[in-house]
């Protein structure tokens, strides 16, 4: 815990993704990891280019790089831009609406097929708050009545594991609103990235781009950019 | 999911080609509702960039039953140009993408190298253009006295200033022509040559003799020049895994200020009243069902094949796409490089233009050089022969696709009768400054105002958090 750090971590730049149908909470989970916030009924995404957040693990930081579909799922018209150099992807589904998790596992196949070969990819399955589970403890994932008092859960924890495990995916139920594993998902992914996948930070801001065979890469922003965003404590 | 199209938008963008996208974006960023609709199942139109087997397909010249791309490593790593440009590093294109931040979603990289042709045949000369006046006194495009000469004018142009007319070695620059600046300062016919052609980047001899046409060319030339200081290398910038990511970026931007898209769309219909066009009838296929919508716009904009009735051909590109296992011979090795041929040094009016990339900028496996030979048609055979010039500079060639001539279309009216704004094909032109010059005169014509790209960031909240 206390490596009373005068020497710098090692920190890496991870490009993560985000997929699923629309309005399962894929940028509610975001702003809830990077600003502690949810808005209630918040409108479709716009605006929102690019979300950054640093994850400090004990021997070095993560900084993810969100990147948010825009929109550009709703008629299958994601670009391939989207997937290039992803190393992580957040595939989300609402397990109060069993066809998101249909549409999660597209998503996958998806992503087996166009993403970088070793994606860690984490099903996460949102709103847990409208479920019995006393979010803290779990869940037994048996939830009994569906249609249950205040009990809105459609898609099992046992249902959506078993997936999970069958295609090597990092899995957790959440609440986006309450906050209720959001942080796990993201730790839990930053562990999962090969040490070996990692580079230094890339793109716009990168001071120190790795030397090798980077050597022509260009910074169309030139030094406004360095001021702009270096240096900025977490 | 029909209900998820609005009843109208303020503009409906037709094809995602570079210009369309561009267009899409800014027009999104300054609040515009936008509908982007593309008929193929990816970005990009006439400008994508496409995999071995794809472009394999796309020419036919493979024997049936048999898949020779297969011979050439992992399909995902071919990203093929279908239009080869560059973009200049102080150009109009990398001012729109620094201004939209676009650059958050591409990597750049330096082309290695500029280069041109002296001569022809045999006794071809490849050499570097000279970028400032230092290299001028190493070029050995030039012999002694003409390299002094060349080092003047170089000079001369840094300091030039249209507003003092101390600096205009006593030229009217309202009325001289190019050729009057280049005579002023002596210099012989091979380096007009390079310096119009290699330099200020233009396809053919007429800027020569316009009138009051000075200025202009001296722009380019300093185009040239304050790109190629920016980063060292050469003029020109290119970014990793090929062109194709250009339009996607934008369309990306477009789609963050609320752009909707929507790939595998055909339009059935355009719907007209009274002679103006309202909105568009279409399909959206490879879902199931098919899905048919109808929808509204007060614009619409899109690329000429769109539109085949509201455009007229201006003129043909010849263009072949070859995959090579070695640099471009004479080019110090480099791992890309523009060569310029200048059209008087093989006997055209258009300059042949080769345009070579690597495994260095994520365009292909390790090991392989993709050059692209172009030029404008100026006969209606033996297209082979047009091209030749430029393919003999490539050495041995692995495979090579080349079509019929592509026409390049141009749109008959500019819109302003009936709502329908229509962009120019993209030339043969060696850089996307010409694609920029459409970007603005669209925007124009559409919002009867010029396009300002500075401070267009200032109206983009990023919503970023350290």
Redesign the interface.
């Known amino acids: 815990m206390a490596d009373s750090g005068n020497a710098p971590k090692p920190s890496s730049s991870v490009k993560l993704v985000l997929l699923g149908e629309a309005a399962v909470g894929k940028s509610s989970l975001v702003l809830r990891f990077?600003?502690n916030d949810f808005q209630e009924n918040k409108e479709p995404?716009?605006?929102?280019?690019?979300?950054?957040?640093?994850c400090n693990l004990p021997t070095r930081t993560i900084?993810f790089e969100i990147w948010?579909t825009?929109?550009?799922e709703?008629?299958?018209?994601l670009?391939?831009?989207?997937y290039?150099n992803a190393q992580a992807a957040l595939v989300v589904y609402d397990l109060t609406k069993p066809t998101s998790l249909v549409k999660a596992k597209h998503w996958v196949a998806e992503l087996q097929r166009q993403a970088s070969p070793g994606i860690v990819i984490a099903l996460v399955g949102n709103k847990l708050d409208l479920t019995n589970d006393e979010a803290g403890s779990g869940g037994d994932g048996e939830s009994p009545g569906v249609d249950g008092e205040g009990d809105a859960r459609k898609v099992t924890t046992d249902e959506a594991k078993t997936y999970a495990d069958e295609e090597g995916l990092l899995f957790f139920e959440t609440s986006a609103k309450t906050g209720y594993n959001v942080t796990e998902v993201f730790t839990a992914i930053a562990n999962a990235i090969p040490e070996t996948s990692l580079k230094t930070a890339?793109?716009?801001g990168a001071a120190h781009a790795a030397a090798r065979?980077e050597e022509?890469?260009?910074n169309?922003?030139g030094a406004r950019d360095q001021n702009a965003?270096d240096g900025?404590?977490? | 999911?029909a209900d998820?199209i609005a009843k109208e938008y303020d503009v409906i963008v037709l094809g995602t080609g570079l210009t369309e996208c561009i267009l899409s974006g800014v027009l999104s960023v300054k609040g515009k509702k936008v509908l982007h609709i593309d008929r193929n199942d990816?970005?990009g139109g006439e400008a994508a960039s496409v995999n071995l087997e794809t472009l394999y397909k796309k020419y036919g010249n493979y024997a049936q039953g048999t898949e020779p791309w297969k011979e050439y490593g992992r399909l995902n790593d071919w990203n093929i140009d279908l239009v080869p440009k560059f973009l200049m590093?102080s150009g109009e294109l990398?001012k729109i993408?620094?201004s939209t931040?676009v650059?958050?979603?591409l990597?750049?990289?330096?082309v290695?190298g500029s280069f041109v042709q002296q001569g022809s045949g045999s006794k071809a000369t490849v050499a570097k253009v000279p970028s400032d006046a230092a290299e001028a006194l190493r070029s050995p495009l030039m012999g002694l006295f003409e390299k002094r000469r060349m080092k003047n004018f170089i000079e001369w142009i840094g300091q030039f200033d249209i507003k003092d007319s101390a600096t205009h070695k006593g030229l009217d620059m309202s009325s001289c022509t190019m050729k009057d600046v280049y005579d002023k300062f002596g210099l012989e016919a091979p380096t007009k040559d390079f310096i119009g052609h290699a330099m200020a980047l233009y396809q053919t001899d007429a800027y020569l003799d316009v009138p009051g046409g000075a200025p202009e060319a001296i722009e380019h030339i300093r185009l040239y020049g304050n790109s190629v200081a920016r980063?060292g290398?050469s003029p020109y910038?290119y970014p990793l895994?090929g062109l194709g990511?250009l339009p996607?970026?934008f369309?990306?931007?477009s789609?963050?200020?609320?752009g909707?898209?929507?790939?595998?769309?055909n339009v059935d219909e355009l719907v007209y009243e009274n002679g103006k066009a309202v909105g568009i009838k279409a399909t959206?296929t490879?879902?199931e069902p098919e899905m048919k919508f109808e929808t509204r716009a007060k614009m619409i904009l899109g690329d000429p094949s769109y539109f085949p009735d509201k455009v007229k051909v201006v003129g043909h590109v010849l263009r072949a796409i070859c995959i090579l296992k070695h640099p471009i011979p004479n080019t110090s090795d480099s791992d890309s490089c523009q060569l310029i041929i200048p059209q008087s040094q093989v006997g055209r009016k258009n300059d042949i233009y080769v345009a070579s990339v690597s495994s260095?900028h994520n365009v292909c496996p390790k090991n392989y050089w993709i050059a692209i030979v172009s030029t404008i048609a100026e006969t209606s055979a033996n297209h082979h022969l047009e091209l030749a010039p430029g393919i003999e500079r490539l050495g041995k060639i692995e495979e090579q696709f080349m079509g019929p001539p592509i026409p390049i279309y141009e749109p008959i009216e500019d819109g302003t009768k009936d709502n329908i704004f229509i962009s120019k094909s993209y030339d043969a032109s060696s850089h996307f400054e010409s694609t920029t010059d459409d970007v603005r005169d669209i925007y124009r014509r559409l919002a009867g105002e010029e396009l300002v790209v500075e401070g267009l960031r200032e109206g983009?909240?990023?919503?970023?958090?350290?």
């Open positions: 990077v600003n995404t716009i605006g929102a280019a690019f979300l950054t957040q640093k900084k948010d825009a929109g550009q709703r008629f299958a018209s670009a391939p831009m989207y290039r890339r793109g716009p065979s022509q890469r260009v169309l922003n965003k900025c404590a977490c | 999911m998820e990816h970005y590093s990398t993408l620094v931040d650059t958050r979603y990597e750049f990289k330096q290695a980063y290398k910038i895994y990511e996607q970026g369309a990306r931007l789609a963050i200020y609320g909707t898209y929507m790939l595998n769309t959206m490879g879902v260095a983009i909240q990023v919503t970023s958090e350290e």
